[in-house]
């Protein structure tokens, strides 16, 4: 079972998928797309041509645990993906990953441009590993 996991973002939605047993992360990329319609399409279209039978939505809750404007959006575009796609979208709470992407591009020499062009496919595969080993 092949999994996808999104870090959704207002401008740039990184993508991460699992390999085809469900047990690592593999391919990571991003997306840049503004309009939320055009966006659940284009993952669409990459799910199915992956065979990815799960998605994985980062949920950006506070660190209390609330939920705010952007875990609101998230779960409308959770609801909406799911519709365009037909592919069950999982809610999984991305507390502090995009720091710790930023962590990890740092650690590896990457900065400026190079860091804004992967920090959002860094935090999708946190995302989706995360969630791979909670199924473990």
Do not use: C
Request: cysteine-free; hydrophobic content about 40%; overall charge neutral.
């Amino acid at each position: 079972m092949r999994i996808m996991a999104v870090d959704y973002g207002d401008r740039r939605t990184g993508i991460a998928v699992s390999d085809l047993l469900g047990v690592i992360a593999g391919d990571a990329w991003t997306i840049d797309q503004w309009n939320s319609q055009a966006l659940a399409e284009e993952i669409g279209k990459e799910a199915k041509s992956r065979q990815v039978s799960l998605i994985v939505l980062g949920n950006p809750v506070n660190m209390d645990g609330s939920k705010g404007p952007r875990a609101e959006k998230s779960m409308e575009f959770g609801k909406l993906l799911g519709e365009v796609t037909g592919i069950e979208v999982v809610m999984w709470d991305e507390r502090l990953t995009t720091v710790d992407a930023h962590r990890i591009l740092t650690a590896n020499d990457r900065h400026g441009k190079k860091r804004k062009n992967k920090v959002d496919a860094v935090a999708a595969t946190l995302i989706l590993e995360g969630y791979l080993q909670s199924i473990r």
